[in-house]
C-alpha cells in the first residue's frame, strides 16, 4: 500500500498485521476525489488498522489526525509509520477500543472536521460507531463522516447520507452534521460533494 497524492505521495505504508482489511488504494483515492480538500481539518481515523485513511489525510495538509484502533500491532505499525513519513508532530495514535476512545476525546477540546470510519465489516459497527458519534460532543460544526460498509450490509432507514458510492463489495456514505446542530444530519442531495 503507498500514499496515493500529497507530500507523501507514493510512500509505502507499513503493512497492518494479518487479519486486517485495509482500503485499498483505488477507494481511497475515490474517497479524497470527493472530499476534494482536507487542508487544514482535524481528522479522526476509527479502526484505522494500517492508517492508511488518516495517513492519505496528513499527506493532503490536514491539520492533524487521530488514529484509533485496539490492536497493539496496529497502533505499532500507525506510530512507525508517521515517524517514517514525517508526521510524528501531527499524528496521535490511540490504542483503545472505539467507543471507549470517542469517550475519552470527549473530555477534550478538540473537536474533528472529518472522521473516517471503517470497521470489520458484517458486525453493524459502521452504524453503532455512527450513533455514537453523533450523541458526542467531539464533531465540528459541519463535521464530516465517512462511513465504509460492506455493501450487502443494510443501512438504518433513518440515516440518509448526502451519497453513497458503491466500488465493488465496499460502499462509502458520505454524512454532513448540520452546523446549527451536531445532532442533525443534512438530508440533502450531492450539492455539497463533487461527483
Not at 86 to 100: E, K, N, Q, T, Y
Not at 183 to 193: A, F
Request: charged content about 25%; hydrophobic content about 45%.
Amino acid at each position: 500500500m503507498r500514499i496515493v497524492a500529497g507530500s507523501a505521495r507514493g510512500r509505502r505504508i507499513a503493512a497492518p498485521p494479518r487479519g486486517v482489511r485495509p482500503t485499498s488504494d483505488k477507494v481511497r483515492e475515490a474517497i479524497f476525489d470527493i472530499l476534494s480538500s482536507v487542508d487544514g481539518l482535524h481528522v479522526l481515523d476509527l479502526y484505522a488498522g494500517s492508517g492508511a485513511l488518516g495517513f492519505e489525510a496528513l499527506s493532503r495538509a490536514a491539520a492533524s489526525a487521530t488514529f484509533v484502533d485496539d490492536s497493539a500491532a496496529c497502533a505499532h505499525a500507525i506510530a512507525e509509520t508517521a515517524r517514517e513519513m514525517g508526521f510524528a508532530d501531527r499524528a496521535r495514535v490511540l490504542r483503545m477500543p472505539v467507543a471507549r476512545a470517542i469517550r475519552s476525546l470527549a473530555r477534550e477540546p478538540v473537536r474533528f472536521d472529518l472522521v473516517l470510519v471503517d470497521p470489520p465489516y458484517g458486525k453493524g459497527l459502521a452504524w453503532t460507531t455512527f450513533a455514537d458519534l453523533i450523541a458526542s460532543p467531539i464533531l465540528a460544526p459541519g463535521a464530516t463522516l465517512v462511513l465504509e460498509t460492506a455493501t450487502r450490509d443494510a443501512r438504518p432507514e433513518l440515516v440518509t447520507p448526502v451519497s453513497s458510492r458503491r466500488y465493488g463489495d465496499t460502499t462509502v456514505h458520505f454524512l454532513t452534521v448540520q452546523p446549527t446542530s451536531p445532532t442533525e444530519i443534512d438530508h440533502g442531495q450531492d450539492r455539497d460533494l463533487p461527483r
